[in-house]
């Protein structure tokens, strides 16, 4: 160490996978030695801090539901750069959760598992299973301990178990306060607070004050793990909102966590009830729920991207001011359609009636809404329910009318089941060949600046960020046994004074859902300003009343150094994850797919590396 310099500090506030991914990055910089010597010199300390355990962190911890899954397949999910990565700093691979299984089923890997139902699921888990949480969280704590395992000399880290309240500038130093009390003075603060609750705004306000007001009850936007679901009782009939993944893990809950259990039949799987479930009436704007995850394989070789690439996304992005609605949507839904053709035409040419390259041809010049699509896809189609038609892939329920609601679910089941049968059946690989092209689509979009509308999120998550297949496959069991109903698309509630309950309507079906219950099945909206976290608030506070109107914290797209009130980035803090203005890139990622999250912590680690070492120069001058 330098002699009489005092030790660099970091403070990292927020120890998820986004945290110590981050750490990861900072730990191999520093072994390749291309920056952070003069850091190294003195010393660098990085203190996490987390009421919760470093890696797993609050959402991926060990102490939830078992019944609680990931929505990635084990092959899917790495903390590891490798060959794809464009990152500056090394590449340093490792395995991914599927490969980290094998590896300790194997003894090549020595983890601890006592819980004897995790060790069952990880004797058994393949590449294509969906593994649960607290699987996850042995995996994200194992690569934390590796990466500890590597730090170099002169780097120590330290773990602060508790919550970080806020951050202020002291000349060169951040002092950190903590909720126990203590003062942390750093150099440097990288937030990585992940995914936040925030105060009852808006309607949910209303609604809470409404179910208060008659004894009624309302769950708001909540973590569904955390959310406490005793005041559902059984038998009762409960309107969810939203029939989105926080849907999925409430009805499993509700259902199997209530004591109720599948059973495989011939044909599938039935449920059968404890009878301590309540009633779940499932409604949203599609009135359907997420598509589950594709299972199939690709036939052919994967489309090579044609009407929306990296270079055209790159271009727009550098062009500015893009209309995304007008000029982006239309080209990556037509690159979608012609990466489910191009599986199609020639991974199952006994399904077409034309060669590729004739199709491809007519289908060039078309726009992918048009009634000219339409009928080039019915004339060159063997079967026509194999068009693709992205108005109704969209909006499946959108201008159909039930007579009532048991024609509503009968429609439903078979509609669900149909869409499990396309996801995962080999004949109809095609939707793996649409669900890729939009992948990359949506990974080109990330990298390219152009500014992506909540409502174009929200679709790609209606098509890839679906469930396991299994669970939809419950889902149809559950609506089988009456457990769950269908109430409809563009479903409105509203609260009824004079009954004192709530009011469920869709135009799909006559007849209104009252019921004293209502359930808001989405994850809470990122509200920087309202959040329930202490550290997120101070960060976005502008004004000297403590108001602010951000509801992300604003990060430059450089470096993520926050943007402090000033429009300036700030010299000495930095922000990854979901509640900042980048692109909320997740935290773990596919294998192959040259990561944005992987690339974002790259980038921040080398500039907090190139930042302590010009405090050292700086710190060592003469006064
Ligand atoms: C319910 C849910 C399910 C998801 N499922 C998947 C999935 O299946 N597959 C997938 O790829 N992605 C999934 N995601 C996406 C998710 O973004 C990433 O998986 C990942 O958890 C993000 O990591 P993070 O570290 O940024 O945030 P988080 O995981 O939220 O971690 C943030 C950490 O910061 C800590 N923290 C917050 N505030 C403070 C403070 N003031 N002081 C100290 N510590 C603080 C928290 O305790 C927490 O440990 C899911 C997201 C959610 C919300």
């Known amino acids: 160490m330098l002699a009489g310099m005092p030790t660099s500090t970091v403070a990292v506030l927020g120890a998820g996978p986004r945290g110590v991914g981050w750490l990861e990055r900072f730990v191999e910089n520093v072994r390749a030695g291309d920056l952070g010597r003069g850091a190294v010199a003195r010393g660098i300390r990085l203190i996490l801090v987390d009421p919760y355990q470093p890696g797993p962190g609050r959402l991926w911890r060990y102490d939830q539901s078992p019944l609680l899954k990931l929505n990635s397949l084990a092959a899917d999910v790495t903390m590891f750069t490798d060959a794809s990565c464009t990152v500056e700093g090394p590449i340093a691979p490792g395995p991914s959760l599927a490969e980290w299984a094998e590896q300790v089923r194997s003894g090549r890997l020595e983890v601890v598992i006592e819980d004897a139902a995790v060790r069952a699921e990880l004797e058994a888990l393949g590449p294509a299973s969906f593994p649960t949480r607290r699987l996850q969280s042995f995996y994200l704590d194992w690569f934390h301990q590796r990466t500890l395992a590597k730090l170099p000399k002169g780097v120590e880290v330290e773990w602060r178990q508790t919550t970080a309240v806020s951050v202020a500038d002291d000349g060169d130093r951040q002092l950190v306060a903590l909720a126990d009390g203590e003062t942390v003075a750093a150099d440097v603060v990288l937030y990585a607070l992940g995914h936040n609750g925030s105060a009852l705004a808006g309607e949910h306000e209303l609604l809470g004050a409404f179910a208060h007001e008659h004894r009624a009850c309302y769950l708001a936007p909540a973590f569904t793990a955390d959310a406490d679901l005793s005041a559902l009782p059984a038998g009762a009939d409960v309107i969810v909102r939203g029939m989105g993944l926080a849907a999925i893990d409430l009805v499993v809950l509700l259902t199997e966590g209530r004591g109720g259990a599948f059973e495989a039949t011939e044909g599938g799987v039935r449920y059968v009830p404890s009878g301590r479930e309540p009633r779940l009436h499932l409604g949203s704007r599609r009135g359907v729920p997420y598509h589950s995850k594709v299972t199939s394989n690709l036939v052919a070789p994967r489309a090579a991207p044609r009407f929306f690439t990296r270079n055209i996304a790159a271009a727009l992005g550098a062009r500015g001011g893009v209309d995304f609605a007008v000029e982006v949507w239309p080209l990556i839904a037509k690159e979608g359609l012609h990466g489910y053709y191009h599986e199609l035409f020639l991974g199952h040419p006994e399904r077409v009636r034309l060669p590729w390259s004739e199709f491809l041809e007519r289908f060039a010049v078309l726009d992918p809404w048009s009634d000219e699509l339409r009928t080039l896809a019915a004339s060159a189609l063997v079967d026509p329910a194999d068009a693709l038609d992205l108005a109704v892939f969209d909006r499946p329920l959108a201008g159909l009318e039930f ?111 009252v019921s004293r219950y209502l359930v808001d099945a989405w994850l809470p909206e990122d509200s920087a300003h309202a959040s329930e976290n202490p550290a997120l608030r101070d960060a976005v506070r502008v004004r000297a009343d403590g108001a602010s109107v951000a509801a992300l914290l604003a990060v430059h797209p450089d470096d993520s150094r926050v943007i402090g009130p000033d429009g300036e980035p700030h010299s000495a803090r930095f922000a990854i994850g979901p509640f900042t203005s980048a692109p909320n890139v997740g935290a773990f990622a596919r294998p192959l797919t040259d990561a944005m999250s992987f690339r974002e912590n790259d980038r921040v680690a080398r500039a907090v590396l190139r930042l302590l070492d010009e405090l050292t120069v700086r710190q060592s001058l003469p006064a």
């Open 403 to 513: 007579g009532d609601a048991s024609a509503l679910q009968r429609y439903l089941i078979e509609y669900i089941a149909d869409d499990v049968h396309r996801r995962t059946a080999a004949e109809h690989s095609a939707t793996l060949g649409f669900f890729t092209a939009l992948l990359f689509a949506f990974f080109d979009l990330g990298g390219s600046g152009i500014e992506v509308p909540p409502w174009f999120k929200a679709f790609f998550s209606y098509v890839a960020s679906g469930p396991p297949v299994h669970r939809l496959e419950e889902l149809v069991a559950l609506a089988e046994a009456g457990v769950v109903r269908f109430l409809g698309a563009e479903l409105e509630v509203r609260a009824d004074a004079a009954a004192g309950k709530f009011r469920a309507s869709s135009p799909s079906v006559p007849g209104d859902l």
